[in-house]
């Protein structure tokens, strides 16, 4: 439904990357994997890309709709086979290609999560990384080195500190705060930061707090990207 609202279907998707397996970056792959598979009317392979472990999570996700493919299936002639599924796991370091864009990998820190993986994508003449969830490392610092936008997941740690939780308040060692992710943009050359995975989630009305904060370290653009936020580059 995300990528309905973002004007793109799964039919569309080039491939799926990955950057770690904590839940709340994976859990909607499932649906992902279904509704290209009934799209395509199963003529289409799903290339997925992540790190070590990714091709066991895809597979017991597989085995967890085995009931709806089996219902799918006898519902619809066109599809005759479950869904075709291509996961190519990675190390740091690895590149590949996804149609005509490049992308490059490294190793980001998210301990206990481990292994974690960031990404570059060039395509002509632009860039973007996307590293996830992380804490500012070397790894980090090759991908967005110049780059055009880094997106960066932020926590803001002046607040989280405060929470009564102690849970909450364990994410701390191993999130990059919106500081960390203004200081890593500027000390890389990015052109722009984009902010995204926001927590504590903040109202629309708060935004500029959490904008002005980043730009006390860095003076490119600054962008809060929201669920459906559209960034050209």
């Known amino acids: 439904m995300r990528m309905a609202g973002a004007g793109s279907l799964p039919i569309f998707l080039g491939a799926v990357i990955v950057t770690h397996l904590h839940s709340d970056h994976v859990c909607a792959l499932n649906d992902v994997i279904t509704t290209h598979w009934v799209m395509t009317q199963g003529n289409a392979t799903l290339k997925i890309f992540g790190p070590p472990g990714t091709a066991q999570f895809v597979e017991r996700q597989l085995f967890a709709l085995e009931p709806d493919i089996g219902y799918r299936i006898a519902h619809h002639e ?26 490059t990998t490294a190793a980001t820190m998210h301990a206990p999560v481990h292994p974690t993986i960031g990404y570059r994508f060039e395509h002509k003449g632009s860039s973007a990384a ?31 500190e405060v929470s009564p939780s102690e849970m909450m308040r364990d994410i701390l060692d191993y999130h990059s705060g919106v500081v960390d992710a203004a200081q890593t943009a500027a000390r890389v050359g990015a052109k722009r930061l984009v902010m995204t995975h926001m927590v504590p989630a903040p109202n629309p009305d708060q935004y500029p707090e959490w904008i002005a904060l980043a730009a006390e370290h860095f003076d490119g653009e600054i962008i809060l990207g929201d669920d459906l936020t559209t960034v050209s580059i």
């Open 130 to 160: 996307l590293v996830g969830d992380t804490i500012p490392c070397d790894g980090v610092d090759q991908l967005a080195a110049n780059v055009d936008a880094y997106v960066q997941t932020v926590i803001r740690r002046d607040l989280v």
């Open 78 to 103: 066109e599809l005759t086979d479950g869904p075709n599924v291509e996961v190519a796991e990675l190390d740091p370091g690895d590149s590949f290609m996804v149609n005509d864009v490049a992308v």
